[in-house]
């Protein structure tokens, strides 16, 4: 079992920033390949990045590309999302999820996290 904890949404104005972090526990997580996901009202949940605990290794939505960046401690407890230059159609909650090696599936949540960008 896996638990996810996300924090560091909150309200920001145009072009600021906001760093979101993914506090993680359980006996697969240091195994799982990991993911932001974001949900904005009225529109399906989207992949906005991913990044592997072994080899660091991120991949980017378009939307988010050169704005947005992945990371995760050293001791493999806790993810980050760093986001710069946001903008009002980056509002949305923002969940990190937990993948199992060798699964297609993003099976473990977090409780997700609202960020508000306001013009």
């Known amino acids: 079992q896996v638990q996810l904890v996300e924090s560091g949404g909150g309200l920001v104005q145009t072009g600021g920033s906001l760093r979101l972090s993914c506090a993680g526990s359980g006996r697969t997580f240091g195994t799982c390949a990991m993911g932001w996901f974001r949900q904005a009202p009225g529109k399906e949940r989207e992949l906005v990045a991913t990044?592997?605990?072994?080899?660091?290794?991120?991949y980017y939505a378009d939307s988010v590309k050169g704005r947005f960046t992945a990371s995760r401690d050293n001791a493999k407890t806790t993810l980050y999302l760093q986001m710069n230059s946001l903008k009002s159609e980056d509002t949305a909650v923002y969940y990190c999820?937990?993948?199992?090696?060798?699964?297609?599936?993003?099976?473990?949540w977090g409780q997700g996290t609202q960020v508000t960008v306001s013009s």
């Open positions: 990044i592997s605990w072994s080899t660091g290794s991120t």
């Open positions: 999820a937990a993948r199992r090696p060798a699964t297609t599936a993003y099976e473990y």
